[in-house]
Structure formats: structure tokens, C-alpha cells
């Protein structure tokens, strides 16, 4: 709650769907139905299906195929329409055990598609109106739209990770029990989730997060050597073009490749987070305890892991939505420092801007594309990403900044048992 912006009590709130909540669910709703029925859309804002809907969930399903045809998985697949190979653990041939196979892929993907809708429904609670509009800008993104599109496994592990951050608020062990078992099967599926055990990092007393984390290191663990023969035998490729996520996408323009440049990379964002959150620019995890910080760490801690562990497609972009509530609170809240909440307030006029910027240049091109060379297109191409990626790095960087903020009260309570100015969940 902000001083701004008071949540009023039950017996005044409008009813649904004129409350925050309901206006973002239906202007959500009515985007995604024109995404849908308008093929136009998805074509302007270079959203390719190649003639395919939930085209991600199919190549599982096929991978599953391929397994009982008894066709090595790690090689393209004939089976897939784009002849993809199985670049998953060996967890999710668990749906071919199921019997599922390429024809329930609408089921599938369906089912995929929803349960990412009901957990951003039950994660994004916007406080007023303008907060619900400004979401709803992030729900109609076009990375959103892509994984919606594609129906791409992420949402799996955003529906997970989605779990894990609204039960682990819930006091006694239950709550922290699920949320260690909801991060170690998303971990098991693809591997990158288990950044989001940065979260256990808000659990008070001490007891508890030592107590927590052991837990969940020790399901980790055994996830971990489950499938770690899985992810030996196969090769992740880095894609290209528009619609990409991560550091390496600025590395590979300007030929800074390897170990060391990477590495540099990874050391400039440590000394950026920590210079950040020692100035007082990045504070506020420590503040009362409230879902939305857990939600936000959890978000904060996947996006900035991926995007400094190599290129990913623009999907992965979904997890921003969850920094939306704690930064949208932090930029309105009068009674926390001016120079916190004018950080906060740049975090939120960046994010819509980071979603929609690839999206913005797609549909510029394509409304010129018969009047432009191809080569002009790809020299317009490199300048942009040029410029926007400035913009997405800058935006990690202050997500570094409140992660920092998260280990230094987490190492200052280890060392010296201090609980004051932390969270308590």
C-alpha cells in the first residue's frame, strides 16, 4: 500500500470488472482475441507461426514422438515442422508416458497457454487504474504475445516460479515446502530457474533461511545430477535476428566473443549493483514484507541470470512481468527517499519500452518493407539493436543494483544476526 495510492477497503472497492484487476483482464482478454483473429498484427510485428499455432509445444510433443519412434532426440527431428532437436532435459518425455502426442498439441499448448494467464492473473494485482493500463501494455507486449504464440515451455516454468513466489509468503513450512518443489521441477525441466532460489534470500528469522535454503540446495542437487547427462549430450543454439535476450546479443555485434569478454561482462554487472545499492539508488527489499518483493526478486533474479548466461529468444522477457508491481509501488510511494523512487520511476518508464522496442522496429520495417533494399534494411537492423540494447542493459543493471541490495542483507543478518530493515516472511 502507498500513500498515493490507498487500496480502499472492501465495502467501497468497485465490483469486477470495474476494479484494476478486472479492467486488466479484459483489455488482456480483448488484445489477445485481436492477436488471434487479426493474422495482420502478428505479420506487422514480425511474430512468424510458419502456418503453426503453439508451434514450441509441438516440437516437445514431436521430440516425444521421435523418443518412441526410436529416433535419436539430440539430432534434428524429422518429425518437427522445423526439423528442431530436443534441447530439454529428459523430464518432459514425460508427456509422451502420458500418451500425448503431436495431434494434442492444441490441447497442449492450450493448457500451457492458460496456466500462464492464471498465474499472471493472480500475480499482477494492480492497484489503480493507470496501474492496470500500464500492465496491460506489459501483457500485450511482443515477447508476451511470441510465447503465448509459440506456446514455448517457458510458460511452464513461469506458472512454476509463479507458485513459489505466492506460497512462499505464507508462514509455517508448508508454504516454503511447495516453493522448494515448485523451483527444483522447474530447474528439472530447463535448467535456468534455479537462479530463482535468490528468493529464500527474504526469509526471516536466520533459522528459517538457513533451515529453507538446505532444503532446497539438497533438491537442487538431485534434480541437478538427474539431468545433467541430459544437457551434456545436447547443443543449445544462440539464436540471431530480432526478438533476442541477452548480453552477448551487444558482444556478438561489436565481436567481443570468448570466455574473457564474458566474464568482463559478468564483473561489470558485480561492481554495477553493488556501487548502485551502496548509494542508496536501489533500496526497498527490505521493507515489509508484501508478495509482490518475492514475485520482483524472483523476476529480477531469472532475467538478469539469463541475460548474462548468453542469448536466449525474446520470451524470456515474460519474467519482467513481475518487477511491474513492486517497481509501479516503488515509483508512487512518497514516503521513501526521493532518489529510490525516482530509480524506481525510471525502471518503470523503462520496461514498456524494453518490451515493445524490437516490436516497434518490425512494424516500421514491414510498413516499408516494398520501398526498402534488404541490405538497407539489415544496416537499419544493427543500429537499432545498437541503441535499444543500450536501453535493455540499463535496465538490467538497475535490476543488479536491487539484487545486490537482497545478498548484502542477507550476509550482513549471517554475520552479525541483523534482522532490522529485512524483510520478514
Given at each position: ?37 487479426l ?40 518429425l518437427?515442422?522445423l ?34 494467464l ?19 501494455v ?186 511491474a ?17 525516482q530509480?524506481?520511476?525510471l ?21 516499408f ?15 537499432w ?12 543493471g ?28
Amino acid at each position: 500500500m502507498t500513500p498515493t495510492e490507498p487500496t480502499p477497503p472492501v465495502s467501497s472497492r468497485r465490483l469486477w470488472p470495474w476494479s484494476p484487476s478486472g479492467l486488466l483482464a479484459v483489455l488482456t482478454t480483448a488484445g489477445l482475441l485481436a492477436f488471434v483473429l487479426l493474422p495482420g498484427v502478428q505479420q506487422a510485428l514480425g511474430l512468424l507461426d510458419y502456418g503453426r499455432w503453439f508451434l514450441d509445444s509441438y516440437a516437445i510433443l514431436a521430440s516425444n514422438d521421435a523418443m518412441r519412434a526410436g529416433l535419436d532426440t539430440a539430432q534434428s527431428n524429422p518429425l518437427d515442422v522445423l526439423h528442431r532437436s530436443h534441447v530439454y532435459s529428459g523430464w518432459w518425455f514425460a508427456l509422451g508416458s502420458c500418451g500425448l502426442t503431436r495431434e494434442d498439441n492444441f490441447l497442449v499448448g492450450g493448457l500451457w497457454v492458460l496456466g500462464f494467464l492464471a498465474v499472471a492473473g493472480m500475480t499482477l494485482r494492480p492497484r489503480s487504474m493507470r496501474e492496470a493500463v500500464w500492465m496491460s501494455v506489459l501483457m500485450l507486449s511482443p515477447p508476451v504475445l511470441l510465447a503465448v504464440n509459440r506456446a514455448n515451455n517457458d510458460l511452464v516454468i513461469f506458472a512454476l516460479l509463479g507458485i513459489a513466489g505466492l506460497t512462499l509468503v505464507r508462514p509455517g513450512r508448508t508454504g516454503m515446502t511447495i516453493a522448494s518443489a515448485a523451483i527444483a521441477v522447474a530447474m528439472g525441466l530447463k535448467l535456468y530457474p534455479a537462479v530463482a532460489a535468490c528468493v529464500f534470500g527474504l526469509l526471516r528469522p536466520r533459522r528459517r533461511l538457513v533451515t529453507a535454503t538446505a532444503l532446497l540446495a539438497g533438491l537442487l542437487v538431485i534434480v541437478g545430477l538427474s539431468i545433467w547427462g541430459d544437457f551434456m549430450r545436447i547443443h543449445i543454439p544462440a539464436p540471431t535476428g530480432m526478438y533476442t535476450f541477452g548480453a552477448k546479443v551487444l558482444l556478438r555485434e561489436v565481436g567481443w566473443t570468448g570466455h574473457l569478454a564474458h566474464g568482463g561482462i559478468v564483473a561489470v554487472f558485480v561492481i554495477v549493483g553493488y556501487v548502485l545499492q551502496r548509494h542508496g539508488w536501489t533500496r526497498g527489499l527490505g521493507q515489509a514484507g508484501d508478495p509482490a518483493i518475492g514475485l520482483f526478486v524472483i523476476g529480477a533474479a531469472v532475467l538478469v541470470g539469463c541475460f548474462l548466461a548468453g542469448v536466449s529468444f525474446g520470451y524470456r522477457w515474460i519474467f519482467a512481468l513481475w518487477t511491474a508491481p513492486w517497481l509501479w509501488q516503488q515509483a508512487h510511494d512518497l514516503e521513501i527517499p526521493q532518489r529510490q523512487r525516482q530509480i524506481a520511476y525510471l525502471a518503470v518508464w523503462l520496461l514498456p519500452v524494453v518490451l515493445w522496442v524490437d516490436g516497434f522496429f518490425c512494424a516500421l520495417v514491414n510498413l516499408f518493407a516494398e520501398a526498402v533494399a534488404s541490405d538497407l534494411v539489415d544496416q537499419w537492423e544493427l543500429i537499432w539493436r545498437g541503441f535499444t540494447q543500450s536501453l535493455v542493459w540499463l535496465f538490467m543493471g538497475l535490476l543488479a543494483g536491487w539484487l545486490a541490495e537482497l545478498l548484502v542483507n542477507v550476509w550482513r543478518m549471517l554475520q552479525r544476526g541483523e534482522s532490522s530493515h529485512v524483510t520478514k516472511y
